[in-house]
Antibody, heavy 118, light 106 residues
């Protein structure tokens, strides 16, 4: 079965760090375009970061310099390292798969909640 | 940065047709994808590349894209179509989502 499962969310103080994981099954992470998308409570979807099949990475301006996307091909897993967290980073974080660079996100994980609060 | 604008809400009578617009500068030159999101759930792809339906998505969902507006059409609306809908494009190494539209079936 093709699926994505995110883990690693939780409550973290402002300025802290957290690493999210997204385990894939049924397809190969490194052959696809893998993104993180977040949704703040009651708000819309916001794209966060992507790692291309070739390894290039891109970030939304709101997280550039603070978040790092990566993957472990041996574990078929996607990661998001989040540093210097702010209250405005509070959101459900989804990982999502696209087959091509301009392709649609055809597979989504169930999401993991990150709450940044003191 | 590229922006996509959607109406905040659309209401449709049961069995009638709902149209959700997504406005963007020359959006007709881009591939537009549409997602349905129900409360507490992850988004689900309902239309890709302007007008294509993934397997399992009813024929009642259709899409078009021209000029500065892309449109998602839901025909014969059902109670189960109540959800938030988002358009999305790729632009300059980033992905952009529309502002989202809440569809209410009356």
């Amino acid at each position: 079965e093709v699926q994505l499962v995110e883990t690693g969310g939780g409550l973290i103080q402002p300025g802290g760090s957290l690493r999210l994981s997204c385990a894939a099954s049924g397809f190969t992470v490194s052959s696809n375009y893998m993104s993180w998308v977040r949704q703040a409570p009651g708000k819309g979807l916001e794209w966060v970061s992507v790692i291309y099949s070739g390894g290039s990475t891109y970030y939304a301006d709101s997280v550039k310099g603070r978040f790092t996307i990566s993957r472990d091909n041996s574990k078929n897993t996607l990661y998001l390292q989040m540093n210097s967290l702010r209250a405005e980073d509070t959101a459900v974080y989804y990982c999502a798969k696209a087959a091509t660079v301009m392709g649609a996100f055809d597979i989504w994980g169930q999401g993991t909640m990150v709450t940044v609060s003191s | 940065s590229y922006e996509l604008t959607q109406p905040l809400s659309v209401s449709v009578a049961l069995g009638q047709t709902a149209r959700i617009t997504c406005g963007g500068n020359n959006i007709g030159s881009k591939n537009v994808h549409w997602y349905q999101q129900k409360p507490g759930q992850a988004p689900v792809l309902v239309i890709y590349r302007d007008s294509n339906r993934p397997s399992g998505i009813p024929e009642r969902f259709s899409g078009s894209n021209s000029g500065n507006t892309a449109t998602l059409t839901i025909s014969r609306a059902q109670a189960g179509d109540e959800a938030d809908y988002y358009c999305q494009v790729w632009d300059s190494s980033s992905y952009v989502f529309g502002t989202g539209t809440k569809v209410t079936v009356l």
